[in-house]
């Protein structure tokens, strides 16, 4: 079973620019989770998805959000970038609850100059 | 708010010595915790799990200890090899209606060859 795969591995965006991130979990996963990691703060939740529908929300600003699409597939937007957010985005897929066992993919790694 | 927390940041073992890292959490309403490793480029991936109507579960090489009245968590790795070098990280599931991982900052095992 393959698993969790992200686009795209590597990006390199200037501030005030917006950048899109894709994930596709595991098959017949139904849940995505959306993390940023950054040096000496670890994993910070963003959000996560089930059925199409934002069932959690971590505490980032407005300039962040995401979707999930029928095939489970999950996008994350952020918009007018800044230089903190500079950061390796996570996403992790669960088969239902976003609490169960979450497999990661490789992530993206973000520069914003 | 609630965070789980480690010990020590940094640990450095000799190969073929036992490993061991701690965690501490806060949320006494948590009942199942999840130990990762992150190598270098790659992301979290999981070791072990262990629910709170359990003290001791053991996989391959590594032991996870759960002492609820501490509410203190540990990972013995039984005779580190250089490729257990990796950050590793607790995470425990919360409490609450709208549960989610809550994720330690991770603890940077070096094994000296």
């Known amino acids: 079973k393959a698993g969790v795969t992200q686009t795209p591995r590597y990006l390199i965006k200037t501030r005030g620019q917006q950048v899109t991130l894709s994930c596709s979990p595991i098959s017949g996963h139904r849940s995505v989770s959306w993390y940023q990691q950054t040096p000496g703060q670890g994993l910070q939740f963003l959000f996560e998805y089930f059925s199409e529908t934002q069932r959690n929300k971590g505490n980032f600003p407005g300039r962040f959000s995401g979707r999930q699409f029928s095939n489970s597939r999950s996008e994350m937007n952020v918009s007018t970038l800044e230089l903190g957010d500079s950061a390796l985005y996570l996403c992790a897929s669960t088969k239902t609850s976003g609490t169960d066992t979450q497999y990661f993919g490789p992530g993206t790694r973000l520069t914003v100059l | 708010g609630e965070s789980v927390g480690l010990h020590l940041p940094t640990l450095s073992v000799q190969e073929g010595d036992n490993s061991i890292i701690n965690c501490a959490y806060s949320?006494?309403?948590?009942?199942?915790f999840i130990w990762y490793k992150q190598e270098s480029g790659k992301g979290p991936q999981f070791i072990i799990d262990?629910?709170?109507n359990m003290d001791k579960r053991q996989g391959q090489r590594v032991t996870v200890l759960l002492n609820k009245t501490v509410k203190h968590l540990s990972l013995q790795i039984a005779a580190t090899q250089p490729g257990d070098s990796a950050v590793y990280f607790c995470a425990e599931n919360g409490a609450g209606n709208n549960r989610k991982l809550i994720w330690g900052l991770g603890t940077s095992l070096a094994v000296n060859p």
């Open positions: 262990i629910r709170s």
């Open positions: 949320n006494s309403a948590s009942d199942y």
